[in-house]
């Protein structure tokens, strides 16, 4: 089945230490995003590729870096988290604007 | 560690009612308009959608809503069953944003059996 996968599902990092999140799509959907949700709040969106173009948030922190190799990745690199950063991530794509999101399951980050 | 969560507006219903859950959406030049449903520990998934040209759009149990007048969405439930039970959220794409979704605060949904 065509799907979004993203691993881990879950991760543990420590204060500071560089961590990175990956998803990957088998739909050959054009954009990927990447959002950030914490408990009982809304998904926030922090980026998204449309193609090989790179979209960012305007508020999203310096902290927070993506990557995309190709059409079917998508990297997440936090540099340096924090315990403000805790959350889970989510990922999802779309086939072009103005349609609808799938997203993958989530990882879960925690940070100590 | 995470921030302490926000209270969501929750819903409860009865096994078998119909449930109508509701969304203000902030931007009247908003184009398309999307449900999901949220379970715990997962991520999103689809429900239906709407495009700002329509104003109702009906799905296998569910109906979506639209009035741009006063800027309002709804989704609503028939005969709602215990795997119901999530956070439903709406979402809006602004025109000429490239698919952008703005998520709305979300409602818990609980159906008692």
């Known amino acids: 089945d065509a799907m979004v996968i993203q691993n881990p599902r879950y991760q543990v990092t420590q204060f500071g230490k560089p961590v990175t999140l990956s998803c990957s799509q088998t739909?050959?959907?054009?954009?990927m995003y990447w959002y950030q949700q914490k408990s009982s709040q809304a998904p926030k969106l922090l980026f998204h590729?449309?193609?090989?173009?790179?979209?960012n948030e305007a508020d999203t922190p310096d902290n927070f870096q993506s990557r995309r190799p190709n059409t079917s990745f998508c990297f997440l690199d936090i540099r340096s988290p924090g315990l403000g950063d805790a959350a889970m991530y989510l990922c999802?794509?779309?086939?072009?604007?103005?349609?609808?999101?799938?997203f993958g399951p989530g990882t879960r980050l925690t940070v100590l | 560690g995470e921030s302490v969560g926000l209270h969501l507006p929750t819903l409860s219903v009865q096994e078998g009612d119909n449930s109508i859950i509701n969304c203000a959406y902030s931007?009247?030049?908003?184009?398309?308009f999307i449900w999901y449903k949220q379970e715990s520990g997962k991520g999103p998934q689809f429900i239906i959608d709407i495009r700002s040209n329509m104003d109702k759009r009906q799905g296998q149990r569910v109906t979506v809503l639209l009035n741009k007048t006063v800027k309002h969405l709804s989704l609503q439930i028939a005969a709602t069953q215990p795997g119901d039970s999530a956070v439903y959220f709406c979402?809006?794409?602004?025109?000429?944003?490239?698919?952008?979704?703005?998520f709305g605060k979300g409602t818990k949904l609980s159906v008692k059996p």
């Open positions: 739909l050959n959907h054009n954009v």
């Open positions: 979402a809006e794409k602004r025109v000429g944003s490239q698919g952008n979704l703005i």
């Open positions: 999802a794509t779309s086939r072009g604007g103005g349609y609808e999101q799938f």
């Open positions: 590729y449309y193609d090989k173009d790179f979209n």
């Open positions: 931007n009247s030049a908003s184009d398309y």
